[in-house]
């Protein structure tokens, strides 16, 4: 049983440069989210998704796009990295409704370096 | 909006001392899910004690306990018995069950860096 997948692991991007960050779980989990982590920020969400076609923003959304056609997988992409954009990203998901225990689920995490 | 807050940016124990972790936070709900993550060097983020809200029983796995203070929205985390290997990152986090069955995800504290002297 993998969890949460994250790749890649690690990247480097220059400034107006494209990418997706891929997450799958294997868990049958309705709900999936991206976080973003920063020194001295603890993690911050950036969307989320309750379920196929359904996404949402969360706290810091901008400069991030994510879509979620299937359970399993959430990717997150940057569509024009800045330097702002440099952090560590985890995908996270948990169950929702009459399994929901509350737990989110981490993926290992991506650190993300825009140039 | 719930917020966390941490404020012990760093704390130091020896080694088979007991330490406590200090979370305070703000909610108008009555019923919510509160968790210890722990976040050592390999980035992983590892559950480290749950707790809901409407249990008064103070949660506990193995050297983990919490205090729950529920009037005084306090979640502290103690750590008896302090291992080399506890050395991290923790983080204290709230998440609703409401709001569209949790899409809020978890609010984070900004996190107590936790040092173990040999």
């Known amino acids: 049983n993998a969890g949460v997948t994250q790749t890649p692991k690690f990247q480097v991007l220059k400034t107006g440069q494209s990418m997706t960050l891929q997450c799958a779980q294997d868990?049958?989990?309705?709900?999936m989210s991206w976080y973003r982590q920063d020194p001295g920020m603890g993690l911050r969400l950036i969307h989320y998704?309750?379920?196929?076609?359904?996404?949402d923003q969360g706290e810091v959304p901008n400069g991030y796009n994510v879509s979620r056609s299937t359970t399993e997988d959430f990717p997150l992409r940057l569509l024009s990295a800045a330097p702002s954009q440099t952090s560590v990203y985890f995908c996270?998901?948990?169950?929702?409704?009459?399994?929901?225990?509350?737990?989110?689920?981490f993926g290992e995490g991506s650190r993300l370096t825009v140039l | 909006a719930q917020t966390v807050t941490q404020s012990q940016p760093e704390m130091s124990v020896q080694e088979a001392e007991t330490v406590t972790l200090s979370c305070t936070y703000d909610?108008?709900?009555?019923?919510?899910?509160l968790f210890w993550y722990k976040q050592p060097p390999s980035r992983q983020m590892i559950l480290v004690i749950r707790?809901?809200?409407?249990?008064?029983q103070n949660a506990t796995e193995n050297r983990f306990s919490v205090n729950f203070q529920k009037a005084a929205k306090s979640f502290s985390l103690k750590i008896s018995d302090s291992q080399l290997g506890d050395a991290a990152m923790y983080f204290c986090?709230?998440?609703?069950?409401?709001?569209?069955?949790?899409?809020?995800?978890?609010?984070f504290g900004k996190g107590t860096h936790l040092i173990i002297q040999p």
């Open positions: 909610t108008s709900e009555s019923d919510y899910y």
């Open positions: 868990m049958n989990h309705e709900y």
């Open positions: 996270a998901s948990s169950y929702l409704g009459g399994r929901a225990t509350g737990e989110l689920f």
């Open positions: 707790q809901e809200a409407y249990k008064q």
């Open positions: 986090a709230y998440r609703s069950p409401y709001s569209g069955g949790g899409a809020d995800g978890l609010t």
């Open positions: 998704s309750v379920g196929a076609g359904i996404t």
